[in-house]
Every structure is written in C-alpha cells, then in structure tokens.
C-alpha cells in the first residue's frame, strides 16, 4: 500500500508533468505507474526513503526487463526526485543513479528502391487512395504515427505546399511536402475522402479516416503499413517509424544539415538526430565496400 503523504506527492507531480511540462496522458500516466511500482516495493514514507532503497529497487527489477525499460523506470524515478528536490524542499537522492549504458542499436530504415517499391499501391479504392496519401506523406515529411493520426485537412496547405504538425508537446512545426505527396493529398482530399464518410454520423474534420468513418488509431496505421509491406515481399518489420528513419537518414545521405533535419523531424535536442548520421556513414561504407572491394590478395592481382 502507499502511503497517504506519497499519494498527495504523487497527484502534485502528476498535475506537474500535465500542466507545467505539458506532457501527454500517456507520457504521464507511464512515470506514475513506475513510480507507483517504485514506491509500492519500497513500502515506506518518501521521507524515509534513500538512495540505497533506489539501488535495491534496480537490483531487484534487473532480471525482470529488458535495458530499455530499466532506464525508462530509472529515468521516472530520478524526474520524481528532481521535482521533489525543486518544489518540496527534498534532498535528491537520486542524483547519482545512473542508467544502464546502452548499446547503440542503429534504427531500421529502407533503402530507396524499398520505398519506392512500398510506395508502388495499385489505386483501385477510396482506401488505395488514402494509403497511398498516407505513405506519401510520412516519407516526404518523416512526421510520427500520433501527428499524422491527428492532422486536420485545415493542416494540410496544398498552395505551399507545407503540412502544419504538433509534435510532442503540443509542439507546432511547418514541414514541407513533396510535389507528389501534394498530388496525391489534392486527390485524396478532394475525391476520395467524402467516400469515407458514413451515413448519419457527424462529420469529421480529421484528415484521414478509417472505415467507420472517424480517425485512425496508432493501431490501425501499424496495420495498415504492415501488410502493404507484407504484399510488397519486403522482408523488413516495417512500422510508421521505419519510414520516419528512412525519410530523416535519405535527407542526409543527400547531403542536408543535421541542424535542419532536426527541425524537420521536431527533435527538441540535436544529440537525438545524430544517430542518422551514422546510418549515413554506414550506407556510404556498405556501398563503397560494395565497389571498391579491397579483399582480393596483391599477390593476386597482375601489377
């Protein structure tokens, strides 16, 4: 059980994370129910507890998840003590606990033979159209599964050819679009989605919708991509954010700054982007150890 003091902590910080940071619902429900966890196998008042409580609480759920989800448990807990510490009067005795050191796992991302092969719908149905806008979309944009469930038509300037987008945070950035991506947004907007809309239910501004006629969930895109893929014979685990990666490491293979694919992709820290660059520098050697092999033996070649 936790204490009644913890639980007065835990609203204050609650409302903290929804009103002064302005995190998302899920965000903050996530580092609530960590801490809640935390605080329900320490069993003591947060006054009482120190930091070698914290390091048992690590020891204790180590074998029980995987790297990621041990930072992101050491990381709500250390955001709890660092509120406590700034707001509360507490001493943070979760400054010094550190994360697990992370192996540096590249993203996943399609060559661009794959994504044009991705991007190849056969364009029969109002639903082959609004995939098709869809993919279109996300490729020329690199714009996360949760912004493009939430766009509007009013968000989408076919004129200027930009998308209006807000990020994490109610965060709001102008991307440009592509002339195809334009293209096929005119055509789905202007023909194919008054077809998804159904008889007797209010009309929605959303931009794109599912069979019901109401917006897409998160869900129902990671389907939808997944078997497009499936029937392209791609044999990649293709998800909204593979094609976020593919957009974001082709801007730099073409030579973009990293400061501007940072502002595209609405990255709030320049260290977060970086990571395409590697993908870059690793295309560049794959593809230069393709064609300037350099395994054959002197010995073999006639000099």
């Keep these: 059980m936790i204490d009644i003091d913890n639980k007065e902590y835990i609203n204050d910080y609650s409302r903290y994370l929804s009103i002064d940071k302005n995190y998302s619902d899920n965000t903050v429900e996530s580092y609530i129910r960590d801490i809640r966890c935390f605080l329900d196998y320490i069993n003591k008042n947060i006054i009482n507890i120190d930091k070698k409580d914290i390091d048992n609480y690590i020891i204790e759920i180590l074998p029980k998840y995987n790297e990621n989800s041990v930072n992101r448990i050491i ?58 806008a869809i993919l279109e979309l996300m490729y020329c944009s690199g714009i996360r599964a949760s912004e493009l469930i939430n766009l509007d038509v009013s968000n989408i300037d076919l004129v200027n050819m930009v998308v209006n987008v807000f990020g994490k945070g109610s965060k709001e950035r102008i991307v440009p679009l592509s002339k195809i991506a334009v293209n096929y ?84 820290n320049v260290i977060t982007t970086e990571v395409y660059t590697h993908l870059a520098n690793k295309f560049v050697k794959d593809s230069y150890n393709e064609y300037f092999n350099r395994s054959t033996k002197e010995s073999d070649l006639n000099v």
């Design 75 to 132: 990381s709500s807990i250390k955001g709890f003590y660092k509120y406590l510490s700034s707001f509360k009067g507490f001493v943070n005795i979760s400054e010094d606990v550190e994360c697990l050191k992370r192996k540096k796992v590249l993203p996943k991302y399609l060559s661009i033979e794959e994504v044009d092969k991705l991007l190849d719908i056969n364009l029969e149905t109002p639903f082959d159209y609004r995939n098709k």
């Design 185 to 268: 947004l005119d055509i789905y907007i202007k023909i194919y989605r008054p077809m998804l809309f159904v008889e007797g239910k209010r009309i929605s501004d959303i931009l794109f919708l599912n069979n019901h006629g109401s917006k897409m969930t998160r869900q129902g895109l990671y389907k939808i991509i997944g078997k497009i893929a499936k029937s392209k014979n791609i044999n990649k685990d293709i998800t909204p954010h593979t094609l976020r990666h593919s957009f974001a490491t082709h801007m730099i293979e073409c030579g973009a700054d990293i400061r501007s694919v940072q502002e595209l992709l609405g990255h709030e």
